[in-house]
């Protein structure tokens, strides 16, 4: 039921529904079309826009999605899958076997649906390689897999009849207690007069669909119109998990874009220049002989992610040499139309496993584009449609954050520390220091799959669901004034964006060094308590961006918070980032921490943390006629009504 309420002077929507569903990405659209398939109707979606998420907006030469085998004479199964996400290190084991054993459900909802995953002729879905894994188990439908996810999860959601709130941005989360009981949001299209542009959805559940904390970094390879909510659900109490571990590679600036795979196995031309293009050198040569510079160019192919134990030797070397030239005021560029190391360039100086790669795939070309148009045009033409040409000019890069395996800690239903409070996907910390290619978009499915059946399973239960809860204008009042008081306000949005983004690029990226680390906290705590001078709208129509900050500066504080509690504790640089001081880096420690994840809640001012031991993988009997019985009473049980 929709109504309108007057609270001060401001006339507010009020929508009420059992669960909001926030975000419109693979995740978010998931859960509702599990929410519908389970007979729920009571549910909605809120988005700041269809068009605007990561899963829609990224991609990369081949984008992976990571499933159980079913293809081939490899030994697979559900626990073994699991155990292969557990020892990634830092990650419940309830949580790896629920991705093992709903993946089959959920990659072949995506085959139904009719995402073009290649087949053979007798229907096997043959796999690859992936990052960090050795099975086969990964598969592709292209540079725009989540793309393709997205656009038909929407096209099902639409057939099942979900109401879509496009255009509303989520800014609170209020509980009764330590349960929730409705979320605050904005109406972006009804900023022409701001006394009707605010409203509540009263709800008991709220899945969080929202991604990660895309904007916190500056050089990143989410998509601009990408923000995410953690700060939000962190104000909410929600308690974060594993928010040290993240995902960094090389990537394009301005067009943003994973420069892994086929752009790094056809071997293109590292250069840097000042910022007025002249005193062009390709920096790689600096400490790579030829042979070595060609040969860990191809491994970055597939070993994308920086990874510290590939920083000393291997080919991580070239994201720290990246670093260092853009850190020293150059900018870096990775050329196509030309072949490395100029004309010493010969393919007798390629390793056997280069030069067969790239043999077996007709791709012995003369230059790096032709070699990329023979192994992966549509890599190619993914540039080309957004008005970039690789065969007429190099293009910019970084080293860019790209994933967060860290997020909002959840049990294996995906439930958060706040009651009817639900994060999956990238929002949750399903993953730990290290996770296989592909494996964040079956993430996006099997969680999906898990919180609806949460949900779905209290529905059944009558005693377990009470009445929405009333609405307190006291405190809807102070959000709508304090919000109202940013609009014309002393400082700028934009530029308060551009300075926490650098800090966080430049002090909580994949190179940290403890000292610079605190002073970044402590400049953090410092724009919390200032951001109504510093973070003004021009205008009611950048209310959204003013908001979108409040989120990210208190995200941004307890990131990175996290990771200097990690190094304070004597961790050292594992996975993702490597921990630096005094220009040295600390010695990688195998196995650092592996077996407990760090919790952080934030508190006034503050945050705390909490070290407790990975849930380990369960090992729950599996006698078929226990299992049916269980089924046929969860059958007989009346579902209460919407």
């Known amino acids: 039921m929709d109504e309108k309420i007057k609270i001060g002077k401001y006339s507010v929507s009020v929508y009420r529904y059992d669960t909001v569903i926030v975000g419109s990405g693979a995740s978010g659209l998931a859960a509702a079309n599990e929410l519908a398939r389970g007979g729920d109707s009571s549910f909605c979606l809120i988005t700041e826009g269809r068009k605007m998420g990561t899963s829609r907006n990224t991609g990369s030469d081949k984008q992976t999605y990571y499933k159980l085998s079913v293809a081939g004479e490899g030994a697979d199964s559900v626990r073994r899958m699991a155990r292969d996400l557990f020892a990634g290190g830092c990650m419940n084991g309830d949580t790896a076997l629920c991705q093992a054993a709903l993946s089959a459900r959920g990659f072949f909802n995506l085959v139904n649906l009719g995402i073009p995953f290649p087949s053979n002729e007798f229907g096997e879905y043959i796999g690859y390689k992936t990052d960090h894994d050795d099975t086969l188990r990964a598969v592709s439908a292209g540079p725009l897999t989540s793309r393709y996810m997205v656009e038909k999860l929407e096209n099902e959601a639409n057939k099942n009849g979900v109401r879509i709130f496009d255009g509303f941005l989520a800014a609170e989360i209020l509980t009764d207690g330590n349960k929730v009981s409705c979320l605050f949001a904005l109406d972006i299209g009804a900023l022409s007069d701001i006394r009707r542009a605010f409203c509540v959805f009263m709800c008991k559940n709220i899945i969080l669909a929202t991604g990660g904390p895309a904007g916190l970094y500056r050089d990143s390879a989410y998509p601009h119109s990408q923000t995410g909510c953690s700060g939000m659900a962190f104000r909410a109490g929600a308690v974060g998990a594993n928010l040290t571990e993240w995902q960094y590679g090389i990537a394009s600036v301005g067009f ?201 399973e209290k529905r059944v239960c009558a005693d377990s669901c009470g009445g929405v809860r009333d609405i307190d204008p006291e405190k809807l009042l102070a959000l709508m004034e304090a919000a109202k008081r940013q609009v014309g306000g002393r400082g700028h949005y934009l530029s308060f964006r551009q300075r926490l983004q650098k800090r966080m690029s430049e002090f909580g990226a994949f190179v940290r060094d403890p000292a610079k680390l605190k002073a970044a906290v402590s400049d953090c705590l410092s724009d919390m308590e200032s951001f109504e001078e510093m973070s003004g709208a021009p205008s009611p129509a950048h209310l959204p961006e003013t908001l979108r900050n409040r989120d990210l500066i208190l995200a941004q504080f307890v990131y990175l918070s996290a990771m200097l509690d990690y190094i304070e504790k004597g961790g050292s640089g594992r996975g993702s980032f490597a921990v630096e001081e005094d220009g040295d880096f600390r010695p990688f420690v195998r196995g650092d921490f592996a077996d407990v994840i760090q919790y952080s809640k934030f508190c006034e001012n503050g945050c705390k943390f909490e070290w407790l031991p990975t849930r380990p993988v369960p090992d729950p009997e599996t006698w078929f006629e226990s299992e049916l019985e269980k089924q046929t009473a969860r059958c007989a049980r009346p579902r209460t009504e919407n």
């Open 256 to 456: 943003r874009w994973n420069l892994s795979g086929s752009f790094q196995q056809v071997l293109p031309r590292y250069f840097s220049a000042l910022p007025d293009g002249s005193g062009e050198r390709e920096f790689l040569s600096d400490f790579l002989d030829d042979k070595e510079l060609l040969h860990i160019t191809f491994l970055k192919g597939y070993q994308w992610p920086f990874d510290v134990k590939k920083a000393q030797a291997g080919s991580s070397r070239i994201d720290i040499a990246v670093f260092k030239e853009i850190s020293g005021g150059r900018k870096v560029f990775m050329d196509f139309t030309k072949n490395p190391i100029g004309g010493r360039f010969d393919f007798s100086l390629l390793s056997s496993e280069c030069k067969s790669y790239l043999e077996k795939s007709g791709a012995l070309l003369r230059t790096p584009v032709e070699r990329l148009l023979k192994l992966n045009k549509k890599a190619y033409d993914v540039y080309k449609d957004n008005n970039i040409d690789l065969k007429a000019a190099p293009v910019e890069i970084c080293v860019a954050a790209q994933h967060n395996n860290g997020g909002l800690a959840v049990d294996a239903h995906c439930r958060t520390a706040v009651e009817g409070l639900y994060a999956v996907g990238e929002a949750a910390a399903s993953f730990g220091i290290y996770r296989p290619g592909g494996a964040a978009l079956n993430a996006t499915q099997t969680d999906a799959c898990r919180a609806a059946a949460h949900i779905l």
